[in-house]
């Protein structure tokens, strides 16, 4: 079989590929990118963080992003019953971006990954990697290129970006069950008609069920009048709802007075699909010549909006280490990638934690809260979950527990 020699080899074109490809050209490296798939392709994951705008300054894509024309974000809308609560992005504790973009993600993904080649990564596109071998001085992988011939590619460094694909967390039984249970998403797009007057489309919004307060809607708008409309139970829950799947989010729609009513004059023009058992877990971050990025590694729950920022977060932290390397300076990839990335992680577990159990809803949803408790948490739900100056970070869990305590009383 012939065998190629690479630099650095990245998994996967998405958002941790494409950024980690990006800021590798910053420093110089040669990258090479295999993605499975035909580029531009549906993704799930839609609304960014503000945090998510330093990491495509840093990968020099800040410009193409602008110039894509996605739905401006300034924040986060609540509504469960009669209750309703907003979180605006630009008041918050922690320094840095207070807006972002709600993005058609096979639109959002295209445009980093040209900005990548446009920088000097090559990107084949419909080069699957079927096979890892991490055992000798080097990674080396066996790819499927789309005539269905094989080759491999030996590197001196590898990114796994494989996201959902998690190639390197299958092959080399890095696997670990998430401690979340079993959800599931059903999600469509759709033509939202709904009046300007009663709705914000510069923010997300959030709806929760009336009586099943772990059960939750999102609603994203587009900037071209359409918006990603999906919901989110314990697959149990969904099983209860028969038909297809947009018969099924229909249904659920309909038990959420608010929700329904907004999108009272929809056309629901695109079949809903599902997807189940997203929350993942790895035994560990890296390994000899290899890291995982974004969903490769871990992946916790969609309700925060994290996934993307996570995933530019581990691209950065990763770049960072392999620029170290090429100085000659030891890296140890624990202290200096799996930590920190993990740091973050870590405050975004507590809060989804807090969502499902109901005390973060409680606190959202009180009528009395401070000025300066909602713009620390308004921080953590603009991304900035690793600024440690925020006492939600640093003590999110007891910060969290007081706070809960003091909504319930
Ligand atoms: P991906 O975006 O999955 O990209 C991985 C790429 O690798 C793909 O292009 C794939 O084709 C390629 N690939 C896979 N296998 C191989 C292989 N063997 N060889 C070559 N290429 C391969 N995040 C947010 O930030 N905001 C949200 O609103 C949000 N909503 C979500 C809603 C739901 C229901 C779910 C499940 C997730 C949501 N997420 C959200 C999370 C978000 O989808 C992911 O965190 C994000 O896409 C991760 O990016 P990535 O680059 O790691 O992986």
Redesign the pocket.
């Known amino acids: 079989m012939n065998v190629e020699q690479a630099d650095i080899l990245i ?7 494409a950024v980690a490809a990006g800021l590798l050209r910053r420093q110089g490296c040669s990258v090479l990118v ?4 035909q580029f531009p ?1 549906f ?6 963080l503000p945090q998510s705008m330093a990491y495509i300054e840093e990968a020099g894509m800040l410009q193409d992003v602008i110039e894509a024309g996605f739905q401006y974000k300034n924040g986060a809308a609540f509504a469960w019953r009669d209750r309703h609560t907003a979180f605006d992005f630009r008041e918050k504790f922690s320094c840095g971006w207070g807006t972002t973009y709600q993005v058609q993600r096979a639109r959002f993904d295209k445009v980093l990954a040209d900005a990548a080649s446009r920088m000097g990564a090559e990107i084949r596109y419909r080069h ?2 079927i096979a890892a071998d991490v055992s000798g001085d080097q990674p080396v992988v066996t790819v499927r290129a789309p005539d269905g011939s094989t080759y491999q590619v030996r590197a001196s460094f590898m990114l796994d ?5 998690r ?1 390197l967390p299958r092959l080399l039984q890095l696997e670990q069950p998430s401690n979340f249970p079993v959800r599931g ?1 059903i ?1 469509t797009h759709i033509e939202d008609r709904v009046p300007p007057a009663s709705f914000d489309r510069n923010k997300i919004l959030i709806s929760v069920h009336p009586e099943h307060t772990d059960v939750w809607y999102w609603t ?1 708008p587009f900037s071209d009048g359409r918006c990603s409309l ?1 919901v ?1 139970a314990r697959q149990d829950f969904l099983a209860q709802y028969d038909g297809t799947e947009t018969e099924r989010l229909q249904a659920l729609v309909a038990e959420m007075p608010y929700l329904a009513g907004l999108l009272a004059h929809a056309r629901w023009d695109t079949p809903a699909r599902q ?1 189940v058992g ?1 929350s993942s877990n790895v035994k560990s971050l890296w390994g000899k010549g290899f890291a995982l ?4 590694g871990e ?1 916790l729950d ?1 309700v925060f ?5 996570i ?1 530019f977060k581990s691209a950065s932290l990763a770049t960072a280490c392999i620029e170290r390397q090429h100085r000659g300076e030891a890296v140890d990839w624990q202290a200096d990638f799996a930590v920190p990335l993990k740091r973050g992680v870590d405050t975004f577990r507590t809060f989804v934690e807090a969502w499902y159990e109901g005390g973060f809803q409680r606190i959202i949803f009180h009528p009395d809260q401070t000025d300066e408790i909602r713009r620390m948490i308004s921080a953590i739900l603009a991304g900035y979950a690793w600024d440690t100056t925020n006492p939600f970070v640093a003590e999110s869990r007891r910060r969290l527990a007081v706070l809960e305590e003091l909504c319930a009383g």
């Open positions: 998994i996967g074109a998405g958002p941790a590929g295999l993605e499975r798939e392709r993704s799930i994951g839609e609304s960014l699957e990697v970006a494989s996201g959902f694909g190639i998403a999600f994203i999906g989110v997807i997203y990025l974004g969903n490769a992946f969609p909006s994290s996934g993307v920022t995933a």
